[in-house]
């Protein structure tokens, strides 16, 4: 038994919780918290599957809605960055104090982990991720509630993160005894993780707070081979996460990387003799159709990160097609290392260098 609901309640609300029965409703979803029961709320990242980090039994519900392996850990969410330390070793860490000097953000921390914390929740790792979320609605909850929230992505395990409240309802419609809808999510991509475990801080997950914002902060911040790499046969995940298939739609996905022209050419025979959707800039194609999905402009990869996980959805929803070729940003720099990181794995690391 996942829920402690009859069934699963969907609270519309409004983003910045402007609305007359907003805080009412997020009052009702923090008692579900304390209950031990399962919310589903938005982050400016992805929709996060919420429940009580300090009761196993909720944090074992979890892993049950969403299908996902026992060993990978989850992410311990507060509302304030002074509250870490309650749950991780923080004390007279330096790198520490920065890194919580810039939440909240879309930055998850890695640090020693205290007792208070189930192993359940690290997956049995003395490590335990730490994140204080921007948006508002994921902050009230967690406020209301008076607890730490453990919370991984609102999908089920392997489809797409969640940006938009119709992908939770698609995968938790069921499972989580409440979806809170606040809209869409404004980053489109889940956190950056960065580890302090290690001698010089390791990211080992890109994301909206980007390498170079790391690395003006901290120095030198080392980026974990997994985050472009396949895992060698044998080879230990540093986070457990990244041994797993992710964001793979039913379509085949193939990546396209190369330089505006090049990239034009390929599209243009693609899509007229084969009947397969596109995912591209702006500028990669001059057709419009409904097996076309643009992700803005490529000066603007910001926006290709907000509509990636929706537009890895979407093609499941494009009749009669089979395979979809998505263009790639042309460097690693800034926001694409994250987009990168997402797509390659949606692709099963299936790319065309053109
Ligand atoms: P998700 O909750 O789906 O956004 O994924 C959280 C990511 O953080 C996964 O890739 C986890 O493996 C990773 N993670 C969580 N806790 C730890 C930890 N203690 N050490 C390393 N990676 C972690
Ligand atoms: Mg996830």
Known sequence: MIMILDETKILKVNPDLSGEEDIEKIAYAAEIIKKGGLVAFPTETVYGLGANALDEKAVASIFAAKGREQDNPLIVHVSDSGDINKFAVADGNEKASLLFSQMPAPLTVILPKRDIIPLSVTAGLDSVAMRVPQNTVARKLIELSGLPISAPSANLSGKPSPTKAWHVIADMIGRADVIIDGGDCEVGLESTVISLCYETPRLLRPGGFTHEKLCELLGKVDISDAVLEKLKEGQKAESPGMKYKHYAPDTKVILVKGNG???KDFLGKKYSEENCGIICFDEDISERSGRILVMGNRKNEEEYAVKMFDALREVDRIPDIDT????????????????????LRAAAFNIIEL
């Open 261 to 263: 022209d090049k990239v």
């Open 324 to 343: 979809v070729y998505a263009v790639l940003p042309e460097t690693t720099d800034g926001i694409s290392l994250a987009i990168y990181n997402r797509m």
